[in-house]
């Protein structure tokens, strides 16, 4: 079985998931959207921190992990 790349998202309160590049921009714009409607004035240190975690994964792996 190949594996395909998908990314670990953390907003550093335990949100987030494992999804595709894609869905990780969709999600970050989603979360800047709902609670910083003002994200683009806000200086680098006032937004919220994101990290991306390179993962691989089967689609039989990624379709049994509990947030999918």
């Known amino acids: 079985m190949e594996k395909k790349l998908y ?3 953390d907003n550093g309160e335990g949100e987030g998931g494992v999804m595709d590049l894609n869905g990780c921009m969709a999600w970050i714009n989603g979360d ?3 609670n910083y409607p003002n994200a683009q004035t806000m200086s680098e240190d006032e937004l919220p921190q994101y990290t991306l975690t390179p993962v ?3 689609d039989a792996e990624y379709e049994a ?3 999918q």
């Open 56 to 58: 691989w994964y089967t």
């Open 7 to 9: 990314y670990a998202l």
């Open 32 to 34: 800047l959207s709902a």
């Open 65 to 67: 992990l509990p947030d």
